[in-house]
């Protein structure tokens, strides 16, 4: 049956303009300058980069891997869009400035009119969040899609923090159980160095979301709750260095596909994890950032998953040029093309069958 009925008597979702069609010349991958935060020099009171999406285009661009021609550009999520997944008393609740200002961790902003916290601070994180949700479309169609920005795994339905206002990722993966035919089970694989409480509060108990985390077990969050929601949870110490890192990257990533066969695989990104990082407290390189990537992604593609990945955290200087240089290894490595690799679908193969994941059902609007 086609999602563009109701089933069971269920809720037909929105009209939205996220699931726009988009053309094949066009590389899945998803930005818009819009996602750079700049505010009056406010946004250097935090240590996140609030520049470093546009950074990663830049370099991207100078290797001439992409142009303004070739990405998708993201789109803002609307409050429909956002009702999908959270709460309406919670977005009430971004209507006032002290609270966006706790969630961002970023305290002047609790003394500016609210309606320029939306406008610079709260709508670029919109537009990042509407990308995610754009891409997670695109890589069930390519097979593979990267948002530049996006990640905010601290936020769940009715709570943001840690710089994470909007849950992206959840939104993500309700967008596509609700719209795509087929898709119904996906794994959440989150190598950020911080665990992200916001996605495992939200799917907690939902046998559908396979979720591993691998992060410091000593810094922020350390939700006790949400660590219930995580199937393969691996806490590390801090320093750990590339070579454990990446063993236990490489085992429990190939170790959770293995065990639930998902219908997509979405890869939090964060480089938070980088040697020097202020926030993330481990000692992994960038070339073992850039080898991460690419056992994740070679894992998914290995099995015909479509893949999307976010870039979530990372608060050096530094982490823009590695995020495009791992970007651009992917390439090189054919984990990422302008279309499908030769034998593969843009949607996972089931064990023992044909593809359940029909493209041609992904809609615009009902």
Known sequence: MSKEQDTEGGKRPHDTELYVDVPRTCLP??????YNITFMGIEKLHPFDAGKWGKVVHFLKEEQFVSDDNM???LEASEEDLQVAHTKS?????????????ITEI??????????????????????????????????????AINIGGGFHHCSGDKGGGFCAYADIT?????????????????????????????????????????????????????GQAKRAIRRKVELDWGTEDAEYLQKVELHTEGALNEMRPDIVVYNA???VLDGDP??????????????????????RRRGIPILMVTSGGYQKKTARIIADSILNLHRQGLIAPEPLEGEVSSPQPIGGQSSVSVSSVRTSV
């Not at 919670?90 to 706790?102: E, F, M, P, T």
């Not at 609700?178 to 996906?186: N, P």
């Open 171 to 223: 939104l993500a993966i309700k967008f596509l159980f609700d719209r795509v035919e087929g898709v119904s089970t996906a794994t959440i694989i989150d190598l950020d160095a911080h665990q992200g409480n916001g996605h495992e509060r939200d799917f907690l108990g939902d046998r559908r979301v396979f979720i591993m985390d691998v992060y410091n077990r000593h810094i922020y969050p350390g939700d």
């Open 29 to 34: 991958i998803v930005y818009h300058p819009i």
């Open 107 to 144: 305290p002047p902003l609790m003394f500016l009119p609210n309606c320029l916290v939306q406008r610079r601070v709260l709508r670029p994180l919109r537009t990042q969040t509407g990308g995610t949700i754009m891409a997670g479309k695109l890589a069930i169609e390519r097979g593979w």
């Open 270 to 272: 964060g480089t938070d």
């Open 279 to 300: 926030l993330g407290g481990l000692a992994i390189s960038p070339q073992g950032i850039i080898a991460r990537d690419e056992i994740v992604f070679r894992a998914a």
């Open 90 to 102: 919670y977005l009430s609740r971004l209507k006032w400035s002290v609270i966006v200002a706790g």
């Open 72 to 74: 998708v550009p993201a």
